[in-house]
């Protein structure tokens, strides 16, 4: 399976998926194989391994592999893969203007106005507003606001930060069965409904009510936030995801936000625009 992403210069470009994310997804006997690894007791032995002094090994290959300047991050002895993987950077850059929007995290993103009847059909994926907040009726506020997906893939910048200032109510979290995000696995589950996912409302000074949700998905187990009920800065890091592709669903309300038009018009061709954290993505809108 192939997906188009573009980069902020409109670059396109496209991604293949593995042979092995071929097998497990798109074959009857892969697909009961992924049933049966996506168990928590399965994805918390992995992550045991990931966690342990053992799984050292793969960091050099994951580097060479993917390409990832090393000189971007703090310099450190890493301790096991996952400690590798959830390595900070050492500088992120983001706008101080207030009426600035940016991306809280490295992704593929894609951007949609929220409807009436609230469902979407993104990439064969269908779910509703929500389903995501698991029945919450605070879904009906963001009726005609946006809804903002970003797709992080293994070679993604895994922690992710706040959009603004602002306060944070306490984190949800609505167990699931951990399935991978990555774009074939659409076909066959509806990610949202089957992955772990947490979300907090996020009273921003400048945006209002922004619904933020961490997915997890398949060898992750584990989405760390950092703080319950708090007080945050814009650029302040929220949270991280441990091993594994994984996403951020942002809700927006109602004319608050000027969505980039870049975004927007690759969005309604099914192409998703790669960002940076902390980079903008939209402009308070203006009255």
Do not use: W
Request: positive net charge; proline residues 2%.
């Amino acid at each position: 399976m192939k997906y188009r992403v573009k980069d902020r210069l409109n670059n396109e470009y496209e991604i293949k998926e593995s042979n092995t994310v071929r097998f497990f997804y798109g074959t009857v006997i892969g697909r009961l194989f992924v049933r049966i690894f996506s168990l928590p007791i399965f994805s918390k032995l992995v992550g045991c391994f990931l966690d342990s002094r053992l799984s050292k090994f793969k960091i050099n290959s994951f580097i060479k592999k993917n390409n990832i300047d090393m000189d971007l991050y703090e310099d450190k002895n890493y301790r096991s893969f996952n400690d590798f993987f959830t390595r900070k950077i050492k500088n992120i850059e983001f706008s101080k203007d207030k009426k600035v929007f940016i991306s809280p995290c490295s992704s593929k993103l894609s951007c949609f106005e929220i409807s009436d009847k609230g469902v979407y059909n993104i990439k064969g994926s269908y779910y509703t507003i929500k389903e995501l907040l698991d029945g919450n009726p605070v879904y009906k506020e963001y009726n005609g606001g946006y809804i903002l997906i970003f797709r992080l893939e293994a070679t993604d910048y895994h922690r992710y930060i706040y959009v603004d200032d602002g306060t944070k109510g306490k984190n949800v979290f609505i167990p699931g069965i951990l399935n991978t995000v990555r774009p074939i696995v659409l076909k066959h589950f509806n990610i949202y409904k089957r992955n772990s996912r947490e979300y907090s409302i996020l009273k921003t000074e400048n945006f209002g009510d922004i619904i933020q949700i961490e997915v997890g998905a398949l060898l992750v187990g584990k989405i760390s936030n950092k703080h319950e009920e708090y007080i945050f800065s814009k650029g302040e890091e929220k949270g991280m995801f441990e091993f594994g592709g994984s996403t951020i669903v942002l809700l927006v309300k109602r004319d608050v936000i000027d969505i980039d038009k870049d975004i927007l018009i690759n969005s309604n061709e099914d192409i998703e625009t790669k960002v940076n954290i902390g980079e903008r993505i939209g402009i308070k809108k203006k009255h």
